[in-house]
């Protein structure tokens, strides 16, 4: 049955949303100046960015498993306070690694608070109004794409670059005092603790992260190839041993489901070629376009009012559609955005840009709501902690491949794209380019740096297209065609079967 307070407790998991998906995309827009002001590396930054995914994505499963067992909201809460306090320490930073640190620690509060956020979700709103719920919930986070920066973009103009982790101090607060007034406590069946599988989970999922972070930079040394056969071993123990516990952690039957895996896999390939366009998208606003940290702020601003607009088109569709229609054409659209993305050169201004990032989303707003449906009516209330945090590990295990491969893509691309008289100096990344280029007083040697990129960031955006095809694919192959999708079935210790 719906709860009474459900409509309430929404707008606090949307606050928690908020907290959450604002910060990725401030440290984004704050490339540049954490470049220049905390004398970061190329390095140093792709593992600023990458902390946070590496610990999210590595205790997922199991803080989401936890919370299903010692209640859903104190997790929720648990969590908005690590972040709280690691932002806090953040703005403290005065080196690369400090920040890296606190970053992690910031991860390590997201895992706690968003698996519950779509479990509480889940035990509070039928499935009647979940879609409903869910769009709600997808638009907030893309209101993080343009409000998270647009603050961030006026602390940068005004103070240094640590100021943008403030933003995130009021709205844990307030998430925290919401959450003790309003959300309702909700836990699965009480079941025994699986320690066991809790190690395996966090050294199989974080050594695996570390590797593919790792990858493109330190290439295939011994250290990356160690790295992956301890995620190889303990993520095959970890598979062996929940499959003979009776009472297991991860319910390994969730995978038996079509629709549970379709959704998610495709979700994943989403968010691998989204991440490294983000962040190339950036760079181009500020470094080739020239605009500002504001103006770079609110020239995302399209994307996000295009996925609002279209969340609401495509909760209504669904309707009429199945949601493995609008998952399909939804990437379908997404792939055209890309493709116009890629077509930009270095003197075609912003209009085209314009028009990417509307297509791209238009299709994320259709895609969405129909991929939450499926997701949330296929994980059954007492799993609904360890089912999201699942689907949210994929996908962030998803971005952490994208970043590190796409990433290692578009510097290859730029380096290569450079000709052979450009100085070793400029080759690394375009700020350093930039800075060699004021430097030495050679605009010649700005604009080939500007154009080489321009040209990387073409590939990388050709690349993201295919892989939302293959995302539709994907889904058309797998998801099943009934608008709404049966939840996998209980069982009386708290597992799912197919």
Not at 40 to 56: C, E, G, K, M
Not at 101 to 118: E, Q
Not at 313 to 331: D, E
Not at 377 to 382: D, L, S, V, Y
Request: with cysteine; net charge positive.
């Amino acid at each position: 049955m719906p709860h009474p307070r459900r409509w309430w407790t929404l707008g606090v998991l949307c606050t928690v949303l908020l907290v959450i998906s604002v910060d990725n995309m401030i440290l984004n827009l704050a490339v540049p100046t954490l470049m220049r002001d905390l004398g970061s590396t190329p390095a140093d930054v792709q593992w600023i960015l990458d902390a946070y995914i590496l610990v999210f994505a590595g205790f997922l499963i199991t803080a989401g498993s936890l919370s299903d067992r010692f209640g859903r909201r104190r997790f929720l809460i648990m969590g908005l306070t690590i972040l709280g306090t690691a932002s806090v320490l953040a703005t403290l930073a005065e080196q690369p690694w400090h920040l890296v640190a606190c970053r992690a620690l910031m991860g390590l509060g997201a895992a706690f608070a968003m698996p519950s956020t779509k479990s509480i979700l889940i035990a509070v709103f039928d499935e009647s109004e979940r879609r409903k719920a869910m769009a709600a919930w997808s638009v907030v986070g893309m209101v993080g794409i343009v409000a998270g920066p647009v603050l961030g973009g006026l602390l940068l103009q005004h103070f240094r670059w640590s100021a943008v982790f403030f933003i995130n101090v009021p709205l844990a607060v307030i998430g925290i005092l919401a959450a003790y007034a309003i959300v309702p406590e909700s836990r699965g069946p009480a079941r025994p603790s699986d320690p066991l599988g809790v190690a395996l989970s966090i050294t199989g999922m974080a050594t695996l992260v570390w590797a593919i972070i790792s990858l493109p930079h330190a290439g295939w040394s011994a250290s990356v190839a160690a790295a992956l056969a301890v995620a190889v071993l303990a993520l095959v123990a970890f598979a062996v041993w929940e499959s003979r516990s009776r009472h297991p952690m991860l319910p390994l039957t969730m995978f038996g489901n079509r629709d549970f895996s379709g959704a998610s896999l495709s979700a994943a390939l989403l968010m691998f070629a989204t991440g490294a366009v983000q962040l190339a998208l950036t760079q181009y606003l500020q470094q080739v376009l020239g605009f500002d940290t504001m103006t770079a702020a609110f020239a995302l601003a399209p994307l996000a009012l295009a996925v609002a607009l279209f969340n609401v088109v495509g909760a209504t569709l669904a309707k009429r559609l199945s949601n493995k229609t609008l998952v399909v054409s939804g990437m379908l659209v997404i792939a055209a955005g890309f493709w116009i993305l890629s077509l930009i050169g270095p003197g075609n201004g912003y209009l085209p840009l314009t028009l990417s990032l509307v297509v791209v989303g238009v299709g994320t707003g259709l895609a969405t709501p129909g991929a939450y449906a499926v997701l949330m009516n296929a994980i059954p209330p007492e799993r609904g902690g360890v089912g999201s945090a699942v689907n949210d590990t994929i996908q962030q295990g998803g971005m952490a491949l994208g970043v590190a491969a796409l990433g290692g893509i578009l510097s290859a691309a730029y380096s290569a794209a450079l000709p052979p008289h450009v100085p070793n100096a400029a080759r690394t990344s375009l700020t350093d380019a930039l800075s060699t280029a004021t430097a030495t007083g050679s605009a010649e040697l700005a604009n080939t740096a500007r154009e080489a990129f321009v040209s990387a960031m073409s590939m990388v955006c050709l690349t993201a297209a295919c892989l939302s095809v293959a995302g539709a694919v994907f889904a058309l192959a797998t998801l099943r065609n009934p608008s709404r999708t049966p939840a996998l079935p209980r069982q009386p210790d708290g597992a799912t079967a197919r």
